[in-house]
């Protein structure tokens, strides 16, 4: 078993509902079940169905966490229509995305944004998926290694050392999301490597050796051994493919078997 313990989280979006989301979760508990001491399994459900599948994922002991989609840097006050950390950690939240590409690019969040919530979610004790990517014509113009150190320098910075231990950082070229259209293992492992580079450059190469770098990008189950068998590829962050029980699960037992 390779040294970094895979990760793969469904990226449920903006789909679901009260009662197709309840049974998605039940489906999870049910399709992994035999595979948790090999990979680390979340969901990140909608935040309206965070209390529900909770209480499920709860009910049946499963070791799959739960993570919320996003979050507001600040701790309480007049945000109307916004979510602290410490309320997605009060609905069982483990883990919480931030700088997903649907949030840089269509609600226009910066990177100085994504950095305090960073800095918000580690700060309230929870994990923290980063993530990073670049657009097509970022990718053609040669700036695939830029735009995403830029996005890790900023999304990073005043993160400790220490606190990296609470970082799993999601590589998702924007191309690849919801297309179709996957990076191939060899562009992915390309830049996984990189990524992983600038973390030795950042803090030590110890800390690169042992954050994880996952890989998002219509990851399905005939793609996802594949991706996953790279040496810096270390899971995936799933979206379209995580409503679908039966695919989670293959594209799960696929990291697990890595
Ligand atoms: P996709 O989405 O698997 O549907 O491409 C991945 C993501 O946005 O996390």
């Given at each position: 078993?390779r ?36 990979v ?91 993530c ?23 999304g ?5 050392q ?44 110890e ?52």
């Open positions: 078993m040294e970094r313990r895979p990760f793969v989280g469904g990226n449920w979006k903006m789909n679901t509902n009260a009662e197709s989301a309840s049974s998605l979760a039940r489906g999870v508990v049910d399709a992994c079940e035999s595979i948790h001491s090999a680390e399994l979340a969901v990140f459900p909608p935040a309206p169905y965070l209390l529900t599948v909770s209480s499920i994922f709860r009910s049946r002991s499963t070791s799959t966490k739960i993570g919320a989609q996003n979050v507001f840097h600040q701790p309480d006050g007049a945000y109307t229509g916004e979510i602290s950390v410490a309320m997605v950690s009060d609905c069982g939240c483990s883990h919480v995305l931030a700088g997903h590409s649907e949030r840089r690019h269509v609600i226009g969040e910066s990177d100085e944004l994504i950095n305090a919530k960073v800095r918000a979610i580690i700060a309230g004790g929870l994990t923290c998926v980063l990073v990517g670049e657009t097509l014509d970022q990718r053609e113009a040669g700036q695939t290694d830029e735009v995403n150190q830029r996005q890790i320098r900023t990073l910075a005043d993160v400790g220490r606190e990296m231990e609470h970082i799993i950082i999601a590589y998702e070229p924007v191309w690849a999301i919801g297309t179709g259209k996957t990076a191939t293992p060899e562009q992915a492992q390309a830049t996984h490597k990189s990524i992983r580079g600038l973390i030795a450059e950042l803090y030590t190469q800390v690169a050796d042992r954050v994880r770098i996952i890989y998002g990008g219509s990851v399905k189950p005939s793609n996802a051994a594949s991706l996953f068998s790279q040496p810096d590829i270390d899971g995936g962050l799933i979206g379209g493919a995580s409503l679908k029980v039966e695919d989670f699960g293959l594209i799960a037992k696929a990291a697990a078997s890595e």
